[in-house]
């Protein structure tokens, strides 16, 4: 039983640039989510899926921010026009129908120069 | 809205020794669930135990257990015999039941963290 992964584990940009990290949730598990977790913080609820339907966003997402489940199974979390301040780890989780327990992938960090 | 609040940033036990982390929460739901997660430096964060709040008894895992005060609102983690692996920064974490009624099901509401230091 493969875990959450996702890629890239780490990734340096320009401020401007696009960014986009991949999420593969544990398979079977219809429910996924997207945090941000700056050092030394909790992480902070960005925006979850059911299957293929976008459930919920936070106000922490932005415009320029953008995630989708196409198919209901990987999700993209796209970042545009980077800025420093969105340097963080971008954490994915998911958990199976009826679950109580959500499982979380080991991040994506994201540094903006 | 649910807030989770961890007031210790940093604590510190000696090997084999007993350590409690505090968390209280604030919510107006009834029914819900609270965990404590586990994150050591660049790693994966993890799942170290989980208390429905509709259950009296308290969770335990192994040398992992909880002490669950649902009317002060507080929710307690007791490592017993701490042991070097498990240094990490834990995180107390909330999240609303099904039928709960409320808009936030599905995510969970984390407290800031405290970074726990284990003596040899």
């Known amino acids: 039983d493969t875990g959450v992964s996702q890629d890239p584990r780490h990734k340096i940009t320009k401020r401007g640039q696009n960014v986009t990290f991949r999420c593969d949730p544990i398979?079977?598990?219809?429910?996924l989510y997207w945090y941000r977790q700056t050092l030394g913080q909790g992480p902070e609820f960005l925006t979850y899926?059911?299957?293929?339907?976008?459930?919920?966003k936070s106000r922490l997402l932005s415009d320029r921010f953008s995630a989708e489940r196409p198919k209901g199974s990987f999700s993209t979390l796209e970042i545009q026009r980077t800025e420093q301040g969105d340097s963080a780890m971008y954490l994915c989780?998911?958990?199976?129908?009826?679950?109580?327990?959500?499982?979380f992938g080991e991040g994506s960090w994201l540094t903006v120069v | 809205a649910q807030t989770v609040t961890q007031s210790q940033p940093e604590m510190s036990v000696q090997e084999a020794e007993t350590v409690t982390l505090s968390c209280t929460y604030d919510?107006?739901?009834?029914?819900?669930?609270l965990f404590w997660y586990k994150q050591p430096p660049s790693r994966q964060m993890i799942l170290v135990i989980r208390?429905?709040?509709?259950?009296?008894q308290n969770a335990t895992e192994n040398r992992f257990s909880v002490n669950f005060q649902k009317a002060a609102k507080s929710f307690s983690l007791k490592i017993s015999d701490s042991q070097l692996g498990d240094a990490a920064m834990y995180f107390c974490?909330?999240?609303?039941?099904?039928?709960?009624?409320?808009?936030?099901?599905?995510?969970?509401?984390f407290g800031q963290g405290t970074i726990l230091t284990v003596h040899p």
């Open positions: 208390q429905e709040a509709y259950k009296q």
């Open positions: 919510t107006s739901e009834s029914d819900y669930y």
């Open positions: 899926f059911q299957n293929e339907a976008q459930l919920e």
């Open positions: 974490a909330y999240r609303s039941a099904p039928n709960a009624g409320g808009t936030s099901y599905g995510k969970l509401t």
């Open positions: 989780a998911s958990s199976a129908r009826g679950g109580n327990t959500i499982y």
């Open positions: 398979s079977e598990h219809n429910r």
